[in-house]
């Protein structure tokens, strides 16, 4: 039956087609392209060959077999919330995120079967053993320290792997419902007493400054009526003074100061509460001071 296939007419064509098949196959077995960022790893006869990097790569069809296409750019993952205790055995849930980057295809292919779940499980246990000598208030307060430390636990676990662990990051740090209650409340009650204690902080400057300005007020104004007085003072005296020097320097005689003695009565009297005049006695004093002075001139 072969033999009436091969002999009959169409025979010729069948192989040609089944022989461009073939070599269609082999020539697609044999051309690799390599985008940007990737790698493949090449095995030969089942042993490592060669990793081939981003470009256009021939291969021995059904002798070199590809292993694994690796990716080299920087990779993110997150993982689930996982639960851990922390120093003063309180359980919080932890979400974290690693950014990972391959460096060895071939150490990433044959030293690890699956560097994703190896590094969950390693950062699971990780964040285990750092919380877990942490208390509650230190955990919610140095993630940056939680972060250096798994990211130093990590990179040297996955060195040897062909992985760099770039960055650690923690989203969140849950802890139990009642324990955020608790430290709400409190929070509640810091910021109620600050606001107290501002208040009265406040109400005290207050009236500091008040009394300050109080006292300085009444001490200007002491000073200012103390240099009234002196200065009024000091003017009646320089008056008395000058009066005094130009009554001398006039030389007056007894009856001139009879007569201004005199002129000044009427002044005494005009006041509205004078009801009495009294007369004194240096009036008749006067009176003869004047007269005498008057009879001398005759």
């Known amino acids: 039956m072969l033999t009436r296939l091969f002999t009959s007419s169409g025979g010729p064509i069948i192989v040609f087609i089944l022989l461009a098949f073939m070599v269609c196959l082999v020539v697609a077995r044999a051309i690799q392209v390599v985008p940007q960022s990737r790698a493949l790893v090449v095995?030969?006869?089942?042993?490592?060959?060669?990793?081939?990097?981003?470009?256009?790569?021939?291969?021995?069809?059904?002798?070199?077999?590809?292993?694994?296409?690796?990716?080299?750019?920087?990779?993110?993952?997150?993982?689930?919330?996982?639960?851990?205790?922390?120093?003063?055995?309180?359980?919080?849930?932890?979400?974290?995120?690693?950014?990972?980057?391959?460096?060895?295809?071939?150490?990433?292919?044959?030293?690890?079967?699956?560097?994703?779940?190896?590094?969950?499980?390693?950062?699971?246990?990780?964040?285990?053993?750092v919380i877990g000598s942490l208390d509650l208030e230190a955990t919610l307060t140095s993630r940056d320290q939680i972060n250096g430390q798994l990211r130093g636990v990590l990179d040297d676990a996955t060195g040897r792997w062909g992985i760099r662990v770039n960055r650690v990051e923690l989203k969140a740090i849950d802890p139990p419902p009642s324990i955020q209650q608790a430290m709400e409340q409190q929070l509640r009650a810091e910021r109620d007493k600050r606001a107290a204690i501002l208040t009265a902080e406040g109400v005290r400057q207050s009236e500091i400054l008040q009394a300050e300005g109080e006292k300085q007020s009444a001490i200007l104004r002491a000073e200012g009526e103390a240099q009234a007085a002196v200065t009024r003072a000091d003017g009646e005296a320089r008056a008395i003074h000058t009066v005094f020097e130009a009554i001398h320097s006039g030389n007056p005689t007894p009856e001139l100061l009879s007569y201004q003695y005199l002129q000044m009565l009427p002044e005494i009297a005009q006041g509205e509460s004078s009801k009495i005049w009294v007369v004194p006695t240096e009036l008749t004093a006067a009176l003869d001071a004047v007269s005498r002075g008057f009879g001398s001139q005759k």
Not at 43 to 58: D, T
Not at 60 to 77: H, K, M, N
Not at 108 to 117: D, K
């Open 43 to 129: 095995e030969r006869l089942g042993k490592f060959h060669s990793v081939r990097f981003a470009g256009l790569h021939v291969v021995v069809p059904f002798i070199d077999r590809i292993a694994s296409r690796v990716d080299l750019r920087e990779q993110v993952t997150s993982f689930p919330p996982q639960p851990v205790i922390t120093a003063d055995n309180v359980v919080v849930s932890i979400d974290s995120v690693i950014y990972y980057q391959v460096n060895d295809p071939m150490h990433a292919t044959y030293e690890i079967a699956n560097y994703i779940q190896a590094i969950e499980q390693l950062t699971v246990t990780t964040l285990r053993n």
